[in-house]
T-cell receptor
Framework: DVKVTQSSRYLVKRTGEKVFLECVQDMDHENMFWYRQDPGLGLRLIYFSYDVKMKEKGDIPEGYSVSREKKERFSLILESASTNQTSMYLC???????????????FGDGTRLSIL | AQTVTQSQPEMSVQEAETVTLSCTYDTSESDYYLFWYKQPPSRQMILVIRQEAYKQQNATENRFSVNFQKAAKSFSLKISDSQLGDAAMYFCAYRSRGAGGTSYGKLTFGQGTILTVHP
């Protein structure tokens, strides 16, 4: 089974701090994604990566950056945390569509981040 | 851009009965995939069922089936013989087929429907 591991289930940080959320997958997937989940809004894509050192903005990238130095690891960075970034963050990975077009994304358990 | 709408924020069902969750989407593409994911209180997102748009036959997975109406852009999930373990948030999601892999497999999600199962 594919395993996507997020480093923390719960995290509490203060306004203005630099925050790192880590995600590791063990299935050699090229694609990795960061989503944010808020009540009534579903999941919204922040950033994704289709290869090492490659990244693309999703629908709500403002206030976030990402890093992918190794294929198995995809980090989400809040450069200066703000209270409106309090949310659930979900990481996912998948094969690229041109190799496995009908395969789903596999998700981690999520990190519930609170910014005080 | 594609959009996905789940118009039912909450639904409830009695154990052993059938419930249908609604999903509509908007796209100009002709080839794509649709998914239903389940998120129980443990927060692990689990794939329930998938449908390929070019297939006319509705997908089924044990007690779960879909009613895919391509012209109406509708993709509802039917859960038969509901069980207590079906209680969860359910998300409908859309993915482009992405010629040449350019879509990178991005998912567009609906708002989610919370399903409660009463014993």
């Amino acid at each position: 089974d594919v395993k996507v591991t997020q480093s923390s289930r719960y995290l509490v940080k203060r306004t203005g701090e630099k925050v790192f959320l880590e995600c590791v997958q063990d299935m050699d997937h090229e694609n990795m994604f960061w989503y944010r989940q808020d009540p009534g809004l579903g999941l919204r894509l922040i950033y994704f990566s289709y290869d090492v050192k490659m990244k693309e903005k999703g629908d709500i990238p403002e206030g976030y950056s990402v890093s992918r130095e190794k294929k198995e690891r995809f980090s989400l960075i809040l450069e200066s945390a703000s209270t409106n970034q309090t949310s659930m963050y979900l990481c996912a990975s998948s094969l690229p569509p041109n190799r496995a077009s009908n395969q789903p994304q596999h998700f981690g358990d999520g990190t519930r981040l609170s910014i005080l | 851009a594609q959009t996905v709408t789940q118009s039912q924020p909450e639904m409830s069902v009695q154990e052993a009965e059938t419930v249908t969750l609604s999903c509509t989407y908007d796209t100009s593409e002709s080839d794509y995939y649709l998914f239903w994911y389940k998120q129980p209180p443990s927060r692990q997102m689990i794939l329930v069922i998938r449908q390929e748009a070019y297939k006319q036959q509705n997908a089924t997975e044990n007690r779960f089936s879909v009613n895919f109406q391509k012209a109406a852009k509708s993709f509802s999930l039917k859960i038969s013989d509901s069980q207590l373990g079906d209680a969860a948030m359910y998300f409908c999601a859309y993915r482009s087929r992405g010629a040449g892999g350019t879509s990178y497999g991005k998912l567009t999600f609906g708002q989610g429907t919370i399903l409660t199962v009463h014993p």
